[in-house]
Protein backbone atom coordinates (compact mmCIF):
# COMPACT_ATOMS: atom_id res chain seq x y z
CA UNK A 1 0.00 0.00 0.00
CA UNK A 2 2.93 2.49 1.31
CA UNK A 3 4.64 2.07 -2.33
CA UNK A 4 1.02 1.97 -4.18
CA UNK A 5 0.70 5.76 -2.80
CA UNK A 6 4.61 6.81 -3.51
CA UNK A 7 4.02 6.15 -6.79
CA UNK A 8 0.46 7.90 -7.57
CA UNK A 9 1.98 10.71 -6.05
CA UNK A 10 5.04 10.42 -8.10
CA UNK A 11 3.66 10.39 -11.38
CA UNK A 12 0.03 11.97 -10.28
CA UNK A 13 -2.41 10.68 -11.97
CA UNK A 14 -3.99 7.08 -10.69
CA UNK A 15 -4.52 5.85 -14.44
CA UNK A 16 -0.83 6.07 -14.95
CA UNK A 17 0.27 3.84 -11.74
CA UNK A 18 -2.71 1.70 -11.80
CA UNK A 19 -0.63 0.90 -15.45
CA UNK A 20 2.70 0.93 -14.17
CA UNK A 21 1.60 -1.06 -11.11
CA UNK A 22 0.05 -3.55 -13.86
CA UNK A 23 -3.40 -3.17 -11.54
CA UNK A 24 -6.88 -2.02 -12.02
CA UNK A 25 -7.84 1.69 -11.48
CA UNK A 26 -10.49 1.18 -9.33
CA UNK A 27 -8.45 -1.31 -7.28
CA UNK A 28 -6.05 1.17 -6.64
CA UNK A 29 -8.77 3.76 -6.13
CA UNK A 30 -10.16 1.49 -3.51
CA UNK A 31 -6.93 0.87 -1.66
CA UNK A 32 -6.05 4.90 -1.47
CA UNK A 33 -8.82 5.48 0.10
CA UNK A 34 -8.72 2.39 2.54
CA UNK A 35 -5.50 4.09 3.23
CA UNK A 36 -7.14 7.53 3.99
CA UNK A 37 -9.65 5.95 6.05
CA UNK A 38 -7.12 3.98 8.22
CA UNK A 39 -4.93 7.79 8.79
CA UNK A 40 -8.15 9.29 9.22
CA UNK A 41 -6.79 11.93 7.14
CA UNK A 42 -6.91 12.97 3.45
CA UNK A 43 -3.79 12.59 1.45
CA UNK A 44 -4.78 13.16 -1.96
CA UNK A 45 -6.75 16.10 -3.69
CA UNK A 46 -8.47 15.29 -6.85
CA UNK A 47 -7.73 17.52 -9.48
CA UNK A 48 -9.71 17.56 -13.69
CA UNK A 49 -5.61 16.82 -14.67
CA UNK A 50 -4.95 13.74 -11.61
CA UNK A 51 -4.01 14.03 -8.52
CA UNK A 52 -1.98 15.93 -5.84
CA UNK A 53 -1.42 15.28 -2.14
CA UNK A 54 -2.88 17.54 0.59
CA UNK A 55 -0.35 19.00 3.18
CA UNK A 56 -0.74 15.67 5.06
CA UNK A 57 -0.36 13.91 2.08
CA UNK A 58 3.14 15.12 1.19
CA UNK A 59 3.93 14.92 5.34
CA UNK A 60 2.91 11.36 4.94
CA UNK A 61 4.73 11.03 1.45
CA UNK A 62 7.94 11.84 3.14
CA UNK A 63 7.39 8.62 6.21
CA UNK A 64 6.58 6.27 3.44
CA UNK A 65 9.39 7.01 1.10
CA UNK A 66 11.87 6.72 3.92
CA UNK A 67 9.99 3.55 5.31
CA UNK A 68 10.48 2.12 1.63
CA UNK A 69 13.94 2.53 1.71
CA UNK A 70 14.78 1.16 5.33
CA UNK A 71 12.96 -2.17 4.29
CA UNK A 72 14.90 -2.10 0.67
CA UNK A 73 17.92 -2.13 3.05
CA UNK A 74 16.53 -4.45 5.58
CA UNK A 75 15.87 -6.92 2.68
CA UNK A 76 19.63 -6.76 1.06
CA UNK A 77 21.09 -6.49 4.65
CA UNK A 78 19.57 -9.92 5.92
CA UNK A 79 20.28 -11.24 2.16
CA UNK A 80 22.68 -13.56 1.31
CA UNK A 81 24.36 -11.82 -1.64
CA UNK A 82 27.92 -11.78 -2.48
CA UNK A 83 29.59 -8.49 -2.95
CA UNK A 84 33.19 -9.58 -3.31
CA UNK A 85 33.57 -8.29 -6.86
CA UNK A 86 32.78 -4.65 -7.75
CA UNK A 87 29.50 -3.73 -10.72
CA UNK A 88 31.22 -2.05 -13.71
CA UNK A 89 28.17 0.05 -14.53
CA UNK A 90 28.43 1.94 -17.67
CA UNK A 91 25.85 4.78 -18.30
CA UNK A 92 25.31 7.48 -21.16
CA UNK A 93 26.13 10.85 -19.98
CA UNK A 94 22.55 12.17 -20.83
CA UNK A 95 20.47 9.99 -19.07
CA UNK A 96 23.64 10.02 -15.92
CA UNK A 97 22.81 13.63 -15.01
CA UNK A 98 19.16 13.20 -14.63
CA UNK A 99 17.22 9.55 -13.22
CA UNK A 100 20.05 7.79 -12.63
CA UNK A 101 22.02 9.40 -9.54
CA UNK A 102 18.31 8.65 -7.76
CA UNK A 103 19.00 5.08 -8.52
CA UNK A 104 22.86 4.89 -7.15
CA UNK A 105 22.33 6.62 -3.98
CA UNK A 106 19.46 4.26 -3.40
CA UNK A 107 21.80 1.38 -4.51
CA UNK A 108 24.43 2.66 -2.22
CA UNK A 109 22.29 2.91 0.68
CA UNK A 110 20.80 -0.45 0.81
CA UNK A 111 23.65 -2.12 -0.39
CA UNK A 112 26.49 -0.37 1.37
CA UNK A 113 28.87 -3.54 1.14
CA UNK A 114 28.54 -3.56 -2.50
CA UNK A 115 31.31 -1.83 -4.65
CA UNK A 116 30.81 -0.51 -8.06
CA UNK A 117 32.76 1.47 -10.17
CA UNK A 118 31.08 3.91 -12.71
CA UNK A 119 31.92 4.74 -15.89
CA UNK A 120 29.41 8.07 -17.64
CA UNK A 121 30.05 8.06 -21.81
CA UNK A 122 28.24 8.46 -24.81
CA UNK A 123 26.50 5.72 -25.80
CA UNK A 124 28.58 4.21 -28.56
CA UNK A 125 31.27 4.75 -26.09
CA UNK A 126 29.24 2.15 -23.46
CA UNK A 127 28.46 0.06 -26.32
CA UNK A 128 32.32 -0.56 -27.40
CA UNK A 129 33.22 -0.89 -23.80
CA UNK A 130 30.17 -3.47 -22.69
CA UNK A 131 31.51 -5.52 -26.64
CA UNK A 132 34.44 -5.43 -24.83
CA UNK A 133 34.10 -7.26 -22.04
CA UNK A 134 34.35 -4.60 -19.54
CA UNK A 135 30.71 -3.87 -18.04
CA UNK A 136 28.52 -5.32 -15.87
CA UNK A 137 25.16 -3.12 -16.44
CA UNK A 138 24.91 -0.61 -19.49
CA UNK A 139 21.94 1.80 -19.82
CA UNK A 140 22.45 3.48 -23.59
CA UNK A 141 20.65 3.73 -26.90
CA UNK A 142 19.70 0.39 -28.42
CA UNK A 143 20.98 1.42 -31.67
CA UNK A 144 24.62 1.18 -30.36
CA UNK A 145 24.41 -2.65 -28.86
CA UNK A 146 23.96 -5.61 -31.41
CA UNK A 147 22.09 -7.89 -28.47
CA UNK A 148 19.16 -8.01 -26.51
CA UNK A 149 18.16 -5.46 -23.63
CA UNK A 150 16.97 -6.87 -20.30
CA UNK A 151 14.59 -3.90 -20.63
CA UNK A 152 13.54 -0.96 -23.40
CA UNK A 153 11.75 1.81 -23.44
CA UNK A 154 11.53 4.93 -25.87
CA UNK A 155 12.68 8.47 -24.80
CA UNK A 156 11.42 11.88 -26.42
CA UNK A 157 14.35 14.46 -27.76
CA UNK A 158 12.92 17.92 -27.76
CA UNK A 159 13.87 20.81 -30.20
CA UNK A 160 15.32 23.23 -27.49
CA UNK A 161 16.48 26.42 -27.28
CA UNK A 162 16.89 29.39 -25.54
CA UNK A 163 14.16 31.05 -23.21
CA UNK A 164 13.80 33.83 -25.58
CA UNK A 165 15.05 31.73 -28.57
CA UNK A 166 12.71 32.34 -31.75
CA UNK A 167 14.13 30.52 -34.80
CA UNK A 168 13.05 32.62 -38.23
CA UNK A 169 11.44 29.46 -40.50
CA UNK A 170 13.03 31.60 -43.52
CA UNK A 171 16.75 31.69 -42.30
CA UNK A 172 19.13 28.67 -41.42
CA UNK A 173 18.46 26.98 -38.28
CA UNK A 174 21.61 27.43 -35.83
CA UNK A 175 22.01 24.27 -34.34
CA UNK A 176 24.36 23.08 -31.36
CA UNK A 177 25.21 19.33 -31.63
CA UNK A 178 27.71 16.49 -29.86
CA UNK A 179 30.47 15.42 -31.22
CA UNK A 180 30.66 12.37 -33.54
CA UNK A 181 29.93 9.77 -33.09
CA UNK A 182 26.71 10.20 -31.68
CA UNK A 183 23.08 8.95 -33.00
CA UNK A 184 21.59 12.03 -32.00
CA UNK A 185 23.24 14.15 -34.63
CA UNK A 186 22.91 11.85 -36.95
CA UNK A 187 19.36 12.28 -36.50
CA UNK A 188 18.76 15.52 -36.08
CA UNK A 189 20.23 16.03 -39.57
CA UNK A 190 18.41 13.50 -41.05
CA UNK A 191 15.24 15.27 -39.47
CA UNK A 192 16.32 18.46 -40.47
CA UNK A 193 16.81 17.35 -44.01
CA UNK A 194 13.74 15.54 -44.89
CA UNK A 195 11.65 19.19 -43.89
CA UNK A 196 14.06 20.71 -46.38
CA UNK A 197 15.59 22.94 -43.13
CA UNK A 198 18.26 24.68 -43.71
CA UNK A 199 20.94 24.50 -40.70
CA UNK A 200 24.56 25.70 -39.81
CA UNK A 201 26.53 24.16 -36.78
CA UNK A 202 27.59 26.55 -34.33
CA UNK A 203 28.58 24.65 -31.50
CA UNK A 204 29.90 20.67 -31.09
CA UNK A 205 30.40 19.05 -28.08
CA UNK A 206 30.64 15.72 -26.09
CA UNK A 207 29.68 17.40 -23.00
CA UNK A 208 26.02 17.68 -21.75
CA UNK A 209 26.52 20.70 -19.86
CA UNK A 210 28.66 22.59 -22.42
CA UNK A 211 25.43 21.83 -25.00
CA UNK A 212 23.16 23.78 -21.97
CA UNK A 213 25.40 26.29 -21.62
CA UNK A 214 25.25 27.00 -25.35
CA UNK A 215 21.39 27.13 -25.36
CA UNK A 216 20.80 29.36 -22.54
CA UNK A 217 23.34 31.42 -24.28
CA UNK A 218 21.41 31.48 -27.51
CA UNK A 219 24.36 30.12 -29.78
CA UNK A 220 21.35 27.94 -31.25
CA UNK A 221 18.79 24.76 -31.01
CA UNK A 222 19.94 21.23 -29.57
CA UNK A 223 17.95 17.70 -28.78
CA UNK A 224 17.32 17.41 -25.09
CA UNK A 225 15.35 15.11 -23.32
CA UNK A 226 12.81 17.13 -21.20
CA UNK A 227 14.93 16.15 -17.41
CA UNK A 228 17.96 18.31 -19.36
CA UNK A 229 15.54 21.03 -20.17
CA UNK A 230 16.39 23.61 -17.63
CA UNK A 231 12.65 25.68 -17.89
CA UNK A 232 13.99 28.85 -16.17
CA UNK A 233 16.52 29.62 -19.15
CA UNK A 234 15.20 27.11 -22.09
CA UNK A 235 12.44 26.17 -23.92
CA UNK A 236 10.55 23.49 -26.32
CA UNK A 237 10.92 24.97 -29.98
CA UNK A 238 7.03 24.37 -31.28
CA UNK A 239 7.06 23.30 -34.95
CA UNK A 240 5.55 26.70 -35.84
CA UNK A 241 9.08 27.46 -35.97
CA UNK A 242 9.49 25.33 -39.24
CA UNK A 243 11.31 22.31 -37.04
CA UNK A 244 10.46 18.91 -37.38
CA UNK A 245 8.53 17.08 -34.44
CA UNK A 246 10.42 15.46 -31.15
CA UNK A 247 12.21 12.68 -32.25
CA UNK A 248 11.50 8.91 -30.73
CA UNK A 249 14.80 7.15 -29.08
CA UNK A 250 15.15 3.86 -27.89
CA UNK A 251 17.07 3.22 -24.79
CA UNK A 252 17.70 -0.36 -23.11
CA UNK A 253 19.36 -1.25 -19.88
CA UNK A 254 21.79 -4.51 -20.92
CA UNK A 255 22.68 -6.98 -17.84
CA UNK A 256 25.60 -9.29 -18.15
CA UNK A 257 25.31 -12.51 -15.72
CA UNK A 258 22.43 -11.96 -14.06
CA UNK A 259 23.09 -15.14 -11.91
CA UNK A 260 25.51 -12.88 -10.11
CA UNK A 261 23.48 -11.56 -6.74
CA UNK A 262 25.61 -8.59 -6.96
CA UNK A 263 24.47 -7.43 -10.49
CA UNK A 264 21.41 -8.69 -10.15
CA UNK A 265 21.00 -6.13 -6.89
CA UNK A 266 21.83 -3.56 -9.31
CA UNK A 267 20.01 -4.29 -11.67
CA UNK A 268 16.67 -4.15 -9.39
CA UNK A 269 17.90 -1.11 -7.97
CA UNK A 270 18.01 0.78 -11.78
CA UNK A 271 14.83 -0.40 -12.54
CA UNK A 272 13.04 0.21 -9.86
CA UNK A 273 14.21 4.09 -10.02
CA UNK A 274 13.18 3.99 -13.77
CA UNK A 275 10.20 2.83 -13.57
CA UNK A 276 9.18 5.55 -10.63
CA UNK A 277 11.10 8.22 -13.18
CA UNK A 278 9.12 10.54 -15.81
CA UNK A 279 12.33 9.38 -17.89
CA UNK A 280 10.52 6.13 -18.49
CA UNK A 281 7.19 6.87 -17.36
CA UNK A 282 6.43 9.65 -19.97
CA UNK A 283 6.67 7.05 -23.13
CA UNK A 284 5.77 3.92 -20.74
CA UNK A 285 7.58 0.88 -21.65
CA UNK A 286 6.88 -2.84 -22.55
Given at each position: MLRAYVLVCRLGSLSRAAEQ?????????MQMRRLEDVLGKRLLHRTGRGVIPTAEGELFLSFATRLLLLGEEAVARLGDCCASDPVRIGLAEEIAIGTLPEAL?????????LTFVVVVDHS??????????DLDLAIA?????AGDAAETWDVELLWVGGIDSDPAPARPLDIIVYAEPCLWRRRMVEALADCGR????????????AIQAGVENGLGVALMMAECVRPETMRAIPASAGLPAPLIVQYGLYVRGRANP?????????????????????????
Open positions: AGRAQSALSGRLRRARPDIAIADRWREGTCSSFDYRVTLTSQSIAAIGAAMDHFLASLRRSAFMARRGHP
